[in-house]
């Protein structure tokens, strides 16, 4: 179907940080087939009359953990070690294939109404995840977060249950729904595993053509211990072994270095800032102007909705801009453009999709209207100041995936919410937590 956006304030996120206004923007199937001040010729399946809203590419949600939906508050006022351990651990032991798609269709939904159209989630029962994805309309790069706790001379690939689960992922979803599913390898930290496993990942995604997601010097402890372990910082250890040498992503980086930087900005790896986790755990604040300054490029994540408690990428945004200028004392430490660089076209960049992340001819048509017309984003004096420091989800009118108007004004086009809600509330969440 085609589909004409007219008389659209546009930012196009193509680096000019300019806004269009007034402008015509043309869907032809999947893709973006015009940007500009004229309307272009032709006939169009539907017109959308955009005055008083603004065009932007979807949000990339660039890390985060689905299923985790269901524990949403859950063990809340606890540091990231305790919170996992005596909360998030015994009742993940509990989950199955049903329940996890349940909880992803639940995250799904929420991140769907916020102004999300691509994720890169890393989680178990993996396939369940991408068949919701896939139904949901959405993009996603999925891993599984490899760990391993066994003795290192132990280690096997045909006995380590997530070098086994990566290959079957990897055959059966990496490519599907026309490149919607992209597979990345993953180690779910320095911190749980150890060396075989990654060498394995590392060499699997180079076989493969994959890329690689970690949590990474997430915590103080973590990284100090990393330092004690192998007298190198977790980013550097795991470079000892080829981690990164594929297009990869680093989720956190709270305590990563200069000579952690410099590496990261040599080999392509990028940073997944989660300031809202982050904070929620005491785990700290990424240093995001220094990385910047060194060349990392830098993407944005909610984390799970267990520790961040919602998909609000739009509140992410806002710690993103504000909290470097608060730590530093300095109020042009980051601005609101470089917190909608981070949502959209490094996000699109971290995880190895370049058409998309902008509002450009030829790029893929994922595309959110934001509604000006509500009192909280008026007046405005600056479209970029209001999307970061005013906007909220509920003023996301419309989200389009590829061409397809999967949410508009409140509805929800491809997923059946009660069904969803009857599913978490009937099954999911006595099947985790006993009867509710």
Not at 258 to 264: C, R, V, Y
Request: a negative charge; aromatic letters at 8%; one cysteine or more.
């Amino acid at each position: 179907m085609s589909i004409l956006f007219e008389h659209a304030a546009v930012l196009p996120m193509d680096g000019s940080r300019a806004v269009l206004k007034d402008a015509f923007v043309a869907v032809e199937g999947e893709r973006i087939s015009y940007v500009g001040p004229e309307r272009p010729a032709g006939d169009f399946g539907r017109v959308i009359d955009c005055a008083g809203r603004v065009l932007l590419p979807g949000f990339v949600n660039a890390h985060t953990h689905l299923p985790m939906t269901l524990m949403r508050g859950y063990g809340g006022g606890h540091d990231l070690q305790s919170w996992l351990h005596d909360y998030i651990f015994p009742a993940e032991a509990k989950l199955d294939e049903r329940a996890v798609a349940a909880g992803t269709a639940l995250g799904l939904a929420e991140m769907i109404a916020t102004g999300v159209t691509c994720v890169a989630d890393m989680y178990m029962h993996t396939g369940a995840i991408a068949e919701q994805v896939l139904s949901a309309g959405l993009s996603a790069n999925l891993s599984l977060g490899g760990v391993y706790f066994g003795a290192p001379e132990d280690f096997s690939p045909d006995k380590c249950g997530d070098c086994v689960d990566q290959r079957a992922l990897t055959e059966q979803w990496h490519g599907a729904g026309d490149g919607r599913i992209l597979v990345d390898a993953s180690i779910h930290g320095e911190y749980t595993s150890c060396a075989p496993l990654w060498q394995w990942m590392a060499d699997y995604a180079q076989a493969h053509g994959l890329g690689m997601h970690v949590h990474l010097s997430e915590t103080v402890s973590e990284h100090q211990a990393s330092l004690e372990r192998h007298g190198l910082t977790p980013l550097q250890t795991l470079d000892q072994y080829g981690v990164w040498d594929v297009r990869a992503i680093a989720a956190h980086c709270v305590y990563t270095t200069p000579e952690d930087w410099a590496l990261m900005s040599g080999k392509g790896v990028s940073c997944v800032h989660n300031p809202w986790s982050n904070l929620k755990l005491g785990s700290g604040v990424a240093p995001t102007p220094a990385m910047k300054a060194a060349g990392v490029n830098i993407a944005l994540g909610s984390d799970g909705m267990s520790s961040h408690n919602c998909a609000d990428l739009f509140s992410d945004m806002k710690l993103a801009a504000c909290l470097p200028c608060g730590v530093g004392r300095d109020a042009t430490a980051m601005g609101a453009w470089d917190a909608l660089e981070m949502a959209t076209v490094n996000g699109a960049r971290a995880l190895g999709r370049p058409d998309t992340g902008r509002v450009e001819a030829g790029c893929l048509a994922d595309l959110i209207l934001v509604d000006f017309s509500h009192p909280n984003l008026t007046p405005c004096h600056d479209i970029a100041e209001n999307l970061v420091f005013s906007a909220r989800p509920s003023d996301v009118s419309m989200n389009m995936a590829r061409g397809r108007v999967i949410y508009e004004n409140g509805n929800f086009l491809t997923l059946d919410l009660e069904r969803v809600r009857a599913e978490v509330e009937k099954y999911a969440l006595p099947l985790l937590f006993g009867t509710r």
